[in-house]
Antibody, heavy 120, light 104 residues
Framework: QVQLAQSGAEVKKPGASVKVSCKAS????????MHWVRQAPGRRLEWMGW????????KYSQRFQGRVTITWDTSASTAYMELSSLISEDTAVYYC?????????????WGQGTLVTVSS | EIVLTQSPGTLSLSPGERVTLSCRAS???????LAWYQQKPGQAPRLLIY???SRATGIPDRFSGSGSGTDFTLTISRLEPEDFAVYYC?????FGPGTKVDIK
């Protein structure tokens, strides 16, 4: 069965960076695109970007362009999302998510979420 | 950039009732890419509907979706206790603000 296991909660200071991992299992990692979505407390979900795990192509939301970097390690079946220049408004739960097909824009597999807290 | 709005913001209902949730897009969107999710506190979103009207695997048939153009609807024919949650619509990288369905 498809599983996405994310790294644990993080506490960061303003201006720092955070890197969240998402380890995939139960399917061929390189056959699907991995997306990242975040949710700040009491706010709507926000799509951040994706990586094509087959060739490493990436696409980012304009809202996060320049601050977010999504990478992958095929040998570890793991995708990573790094967000830099953190501010308090980046406090959120960060999710990795996978579509049922490589080109899908809806997600039926989700990681458990990683809480990132930005606080001085 | 497409903006999705949802109404109402909150609904207070009783088990057994029928509920209709609305999602409106700022411009016409492809029906192929409109999805609905359910989210409960402390949990990841759960895909309910994709392509406007197709139920995801394992989703009960009391959930149905419809719509086209700029107006889309999620209907729950008969609320079960486990259906009290927040519901989001989504199209590509845009999500609506959500509708909370809570117990009356």
């Amino acid at each position: 069965q498809v599983q996405l296991a994310q790294s644990g909660a993080e506490v960061k200071k303003p201006g720092a960076s955070v890197k969240v991992s998402c380890k995939a299992s139960g399917y061929t990692f390189t056959s699907y695109t991995m997306h990242w979505v975040r949710q700040a407390p009491g706010r709507r979900l926000e799509w951040m970007g994706w990586i094509n795990a087959g060739n490493g192509d990436t696409k980012y939301s304009q809202r996060f362009q320049g601050r977010v970097t999504i990478t992958w390690d095929t040998s570890a079946s793991t995708a990573y999302m790094e967000l830099s220049s953190l501010i308090s408004e980046d406090t959120a739960v960060y999710y990795c998510a996978r579509a049922p097909s490589n080109s899908g824009w809806y997600w039926n597999y989700w990681g458990q979420g990683t809480l990132v807290t930005v606080s001085s | 950039e497409i903006v999705l709005t949802q109404s109402p913001g909150t609904l207070s209902l009783s088990p057994g009732e029928r509920v209709t949730l609305s999602c409106r897009a700022s411009q016409s969107v492809s029906s192929s890419y409109l999805a609905w999710y359910q989210q409960k506190p402390g949990q990841a979103p759960r895909l309910l509907i994709y392509g406007t009207s197709s139920r995801a695997t394992g989703i009960p048939d009391r959930f149905s979706g419809s719509g086209s153009g700029t107006d889309f609807t999620l209907t729950i024919s008969r609320l079960e206790p486990e259906d009290f949650a927040v519901y989001y619509c989504q199209q590509f990288g845009a999500f609506g603000p959500g509708t909370k369905v809570d117990i009356k």
